[in-house]
C-alpha cells in the first residue's frame, strides 16, 4: 500500500465544498512540503498544489490546501463537473527506504 | 512552453530490459535547476516515483526499485532515458516523464505517459 494515505473516493454535488485528506509521518508530510496532483480520466497529472498552499498559475482559487502535523488536506469549493478526477498528494520521505512518496489516490465523483 | 514525450517499445519480454526515452521540447535540459524524471502507474492504480537526473549526470532513485534502474541523459538531443532491468508483469505500467523541481521534489509539467506491458 502506499505511504500516504488517501480516502480512496468522495463525492459531492455542484457547488458543494469537499475535502480530501493526506495522512503520512514525521518522515514525510511531517518534515516536508504537501503536492497535489489532479489526473482528470484518461490524462496525465496535472499540478494542483504546491509547497502545501500554492496555486500554480491557472489553478482556479476553488482549489486550495493545508498542511497539519503530518496530515494534509485539499478543499475544492464550488465543486463543478470537470472537477471529476483522481486526486493524489505528494511528499517526500526523509527515511533511509523514502525518496518522493504519494498517497494512492481520491476519486471525486460529482453527482 | 516545455513539453514533455515519451517513447519506446509498448511490449517487453520478462526478465529483459524496458527502455523508453523523453524527449523535451520547449527548453533546454542543459539549462539546470530542473530534476528529469521518471513516474509510473499501475493499470488502476496509483503513482510511483521511479528516480531522476539532473543535466550533469547526477541521480537519485526510488530505494525499491534501485538494483534495476538507470536513469541516464543525452544533452545534446534534449533527451533523458531509463532502462529498468529483468521486468516482471508487476512492472507492466504507464510510465511518465516530468520535470522535477525542488524544494523536495515536484512535477510539473508531465509528459502524456506510455503504457509498457511485460509478457511474453
Known amino acids: 500500500q502506499s505511504v500516504l494515505t488517501q480516502p480512496p473516493s468522495a463525492s459531492g454535488t455542484p457547488g458543494q465544498r469537499v475535502t480530501i485528506s493526506c495522512s503520512g509521518s514525521?518522515?514525510?508530510?511531517?518534515?516536508?512540503?504537501v503536492y497535489w496532483y489532479q489526473q482528470l480520466p484518461g490524462t496525465a497529472p496535472k499540478l494542483l498544489i504546491y509547497?502545501?498552499?500554492q496555486r500554480p498559475s491557472g489553478v482556479p482559487d476553488r482549489f486550495s490546501g493545508s498542511k497539519s502535523g503530518t496530515s494534509a488536506s485539499l478543499a475544492i469549493s464550488g465543486l463543478r463537473s470537470e472537477d471529476e478526477a483522481d486526486y493524489y498528494c505528494?511528499?517526500?520521505?526523509?527515511?533511509?527506504?523514502?525518496?518522493?512518496?504519494f498517497g494512492g489516490g481520491t476519486k471525486l465523483t460529482v453527482l | 512552453q516545455v513539453q514533455l514525450q515519451e517513447s519506446g517499445p509498448g511490449l517487453v519480454k520478462p526478465s529483459q530490459t524496458l527502455s523508453l526515452t523523453c524527449t523535451v521540447s520547449g527548453g533546454s535540459i542543459s539549462s539546470g535547476g530542473y530534476y528529469w524524471s521518471w513516474i509510473r502507474q499501475h493499470p488502476g492504480k496509483g503513482l510511483e516515483w521511479i528516480g531522476y537526473?539532473?543535466?550533469?549526470?547526477?541521480?537519485y532513485y526510488n530505494p525499491s526499485l534501485k538494483s534495476r534502474v538507470t536513469i541516464s541523459v543525452d544533452t545534446s538531443k534534449n533527451q533523458f532515458s531509463l532502462k529498468l532491468s529483468s521486468v516482471t508483469a508487476a512492472d507492466t505500467a504507464v510510465y511518465y516523464c516530468?520535470?522535477?523541481?525542488?524544494?523536495?521534489?515536484?512535477?510539473?509539467?508531465w509528459g502524456q505517459g506510455t503504457l509498457v506491458t511485460v509478457s511474453s
Open positions: 537526473i539532473y543535466y550533469s549526470g547526477s541521480t
Open positions: 509547497r502545501n498552499n
Open positions: 514525521s518522515s514525510n508530510i511531517g518534515s516536508n512540503y
Open positions: 505528494a511528499a517526500w520521505d526523509d527515511s533511509l527506504s523514502g525518496g518522493e512518496v
Open positions: 516530468a520535470r522535477g523541481l525542488l524544494p523536495q521534489l515536484w512535477f510539473d509539467p
